[in-house]
């Protein structure tokens, strides 16, 4: 578990340098603002890739805070048969949580975001982008996203009332 989560966290890492300095050299080639700010070929998630990645990464800290180091009040932490931490506990009374629910949704939108100018723009930045593929990255872009919405549109919370059994509260 340990040798995935340090290959995560290096494979992390090396995204958000390579994203920095690739925003460092998109400001260095242009230090002025343009008197008309014209977007040809832009999108909203193209001009939002660093905003939705520092988020993500924030969400990313603060979801490690939640599930790794346990800092989250209220979180119900059962334990399986073989007497390890029920993770499936720890989600479903999470959920339960208004709030945690509304950060796990934006997280989710944000992704989306993030993906969506991400994975097209991996075949530029490859040099993989003229005339003729550059259409056909886009529909593979689209079909990979397509399923995403719905389940985003999904309240984590929905989940937990479905499984409310799996679950017991507790009174005060």
Known sequence: MWVSRIFMGAMLSLHVIFAVLLTLENRAANPGKYAVKKMLKTT????????????????????????????TPDIVLGTDAKNRVDVFTMVLSSFRITPIALVYVAAMVTLFLHLSHGIQSIFQTIGLNNEKTMPQFRL??????????????RDPRAHSRRHSGQIREETP
Do not use: K
């Open 44 to 71: 909203f998630a193209g001009e939002t890739m660093i905003w939705t990645g520092l988020l993500l990464l924030a969400f990313i800290v603060y979801h490690l805070l939640q599930f790794t180091v346990r800092v």
């Open 140 to 153: 593979a872009r689209q079909a990979a996203l397509r399923p995403l919405p719905r389940g985003l549109q």
